[in-house]
T-cell receptor, first 111, second 117 residues
């Protein structure tokens, strides 16, 4: 079936560096994408979203890039902090109205 | 933002017993709620869509009789794991669209860790 996947299961970065988390999606009909952050034992927390009519959207320290040609999504975190350590999921909203999650990337921030 | 409260946060039960998990929208009404299951180091898998006043819609492969969903009011949905077995041990998470009602942007509860002995 349709799925959203991530390229790397774990990303380790130095505190202060920028982080880039990637995601590939397969449903070309999806028109809305979200990045979630999940800390251990907690529910997902909304980070940023983007619609398919955009290719870039910026938040406070985060930027989401969307490349519809290759069906690729990325999350960039600037000046990564220890509090950013978590699992990050991309999710796509399909034309069925359901949210499908990718496999997740664990971000480890080294002090 | 919208707050979704989930209870209990963790539960341990004996094999064969039933466990009920509650999901409440605290400051808004939710005609639809979603239930997800997450195994360790895996992604969230949608189990079912809970609809206020009507039957839940289950995803393929999810047993309706095992995972009973009731959406009794506009602020409460419950998931009951009946005759739980060790393989049902998982992290269960509910979500709701929030005050706008847009199903594309979900707010999540804090999850329930179920451990079946």
């Amino acid at each position: 079936g349709e799925s959203v996947g991530l390229h790397l299961p774990t990303l380790s970065v130095q505190e202060g560096d920028n982080s880039i988390i990637n995601c590939a999606y397969s449903n070309s009909a999806s028109d809305y994408f979200i990045w979630y952050k999940q800390e251990s034992g907690k529910g997902p927390q909304f980070i940023i979203d983007i619609r398919s009519n955009m290719d870039k959207r910026q938040g406070q320290r985060v930027t989401v890039l969307l490349n519809k040609t290759v069906k690729h999504l990325s999350l960039q975190i600037a000046a990564t902090q220890p509090g950013d350590s978590a699992v990050y999921f991309c999710a796509e909203n399909t034309n069925t109205g359901k949210l499908i999650f990718g496999q997740g990337t664990t971000l480890q921030v080294k002090p | 933002g919208a707050v979704v409260s989930q209870h209990p946060s963790w539960v341990i039960c004996k094999s064969g017993t039933s466990v009920k998990i509650e999901c409440r929208s605290l400051d808004f009404q939710a005609t639809t709620m979603f239930w997800y299951r997450q195994f360790p180091k895996q992604s969230l898998m949608l189990m079912a869509t809970s609809n206020e006043g009507s039957k839940a819609t289950y995803e393929q492969g999810v047993e309706k009789d095992k995972f009973l969903i009731n959406h009794a009011s506009l602020t409460l949905s419950t998931l009951t794991v009946t005759s739980a077995h060790p393989e049902d041990s998982s992290f269960y998470i509910c979500s709701a669209p929030g005050p706008t009602g847009l199903s594309e942007k979900l707010f999540f509860g804090s999850g329930t860790q179920l451990s079946v002995l």
